[in-house]
């Protein structure tokens, strides 16, 4: 098959299936029996657990199904935890985040009041662990502090989500995230959700009604350019903007390499007051997808027991001396001889699955309102072009180069002009 005719593949049928219909998960509802119903965060979505639609190694996902009615509230009660970024947000059971006039559907750490005593530290400096609270419920204004707006015409069988993410936990340790407690009010009658034991797959988000089918797919970008995607549209965060490119596995004599200017961002795992001068964005990766239906993150087992995970956050990225970083992707193979290069960050290709398609995926999260090349730049889709002139210097350049050329003349000898 060419190599036009297998983007056109990936286009028409991984993303359609992976992200758009299907987010993240099978297609069934939530039953009304379903432990879902009677535990909090039944369901998650992480390179560790449910490896569906490019998650972030450096992040993890918690889902509570929710469901508006006559004076309900919901009352999430937590800890500021120590890590880079975290945010809490509510969507409809469209997998759309709920649009209310003047109303955010999402809110990220610092803009979430502390609970008297405690203090915020993406507000001002201070150890993690202070306590916040948040309602979901009807009837929330515009400006009012710690409230979510509830998803409208949910049910037991189709319900709204609510969405906590962590990005950058200190240590790496996902597995010391405490999780919110939830509090499900009715009337006078108030219960808290004792927490799942586990936490299983979620559900599909389905496909909102009205929708008409389109007449023919939406225009295929060219290989090895990134550019924003009108499909990637999934359980979406405002706080989030997305940038891709697709590409094809190249010989097993060369390796892809992918450079640009690398934004600034805050040092470190733990909460920092923000907005901070001199800082881009809160958080930025690139990641690489195997493009098969589900488009799972690479997951590589190695040799010595330890797992390469296909995403390398900002902190893990090395940058040279005029602020640009260079991927170097290539098989675990390669590893060694790519790494003795300078100045480079290897990202690997699968060693498990067979296809030789791949989505390349640059994350940028919460952008400091005085820069002006991020991917939320970006404003008209499926348009490479569009996406180079947006982000100038920081728009990502994908070149193939023979791996014998980068280790023997380096890395000027593969940069694409």
């Known amino acids: 098959m060419p190599r036009a005719a297998l983007l056109v593949l990936v286009s028409g049928t991984a993303l359609a299936v992976g992200l758009t219909e299907a987010p993240v998960g099978a297609s069934k509802p939530a039953s009304p029996s379903s432990p879902s119903n009677t535990c909090a965060w039944p369901w998650t979505v992480g390179v560790r657990s449910y490896n569906v639609s490019m998650p972030d190694s450096g992040a993890a996902d918690w889902f509570q199904p929710i469901v508006a009615g006559e004076e309900t509230s919901i009352t999430i009660s937590g800890t500021y935890p120590d890590a880079r970024y975290f ?163 190249p010989a097993p004599t060369d390796v892809l390499v992918v450079t640009a200017k690398a934004p600034t961002f805050p040092a470190g795992s733990h909460p920092s007051p923000w907005p901070a001068p001199g800082v881009d964005m809160r958080y930025w990766s690139m990641c690489v997808g195997v493009g098969t239906s589900k488009l799972p993150t690479v997951v590589n087992k190695l040799p010595d027991g330890q797992v390469d995970y296909g995403c390398r956050a900002d902190q893990q990225t090395k940058v040279n001396a005029a602020g640009d970083y260079a991927y170097v992707i290539g098989s675990e193979a390669q590893r060694a001889a790519i790494s003795r290069v300078a100045g480079v960050t290897f990202l690997p290709f699968s060693d498990s699955q067979p296809t030789p398609l791949y989505l390349l995926w640059l994350r940028n999260y919460l952008v400091n309102p005085g820069f002006a090349h991020s991917a939320q730049a970006v404003g008209k889709p499926d348009d490479a072009a569009a996406a180079a002139a947006a982000m100038g210097p920081y728009y990502p350049r994908v070149s193939t180069c023979a791996l014998a050329t980068l280790t023997t003349k380096g890395l000027s000898a593969c940069e694409t002009p």
């Open 87 to 249: 945010s809490l947000s509510v969507y409809t059971p469209y997998g759309t985040p709920v649009s209310v006039d003047g109303v955010s559907s999402s809110l990220a750490d610092y803009r979430l009041v502390p609970d008297r005593g405690s203090v915020n530290p993406w507000q001002r400096r201070a150890a993690p662990g202070g306590r916040y609270h948040v309602t979901v419920r009807s009837g929330v204004a515009p400006g009012e502090r710690n409230a979510l707006p509830f998803p409208v015409g949910t049910t037991s069988l189709h319900p709204g989500y609510l969405h906590y993410r962590v990005y950058l936990p200190a240590g790496q340790d996902f597995a010391e995230i405490k999780l919110p407690t939830i509090s499900i009010t009715k009337g006078s009658t108030s219960h808290t959700l004792p927490g799942c034991r586990t936490h299983g797959e979620v559900p599909a988000a389905e496909r909102a009604p009205g929708g008409r089918p389109r007449s023919s797919p939406p225009p295929t970008p060219p290989p090895d350019a990134f550019f924003k995607s009108r499909l990637m549209n999934g359980f979406d965060n405002v706080d989030a903007a997305y940038v891709g490119a697709y590409v094809v596995r």
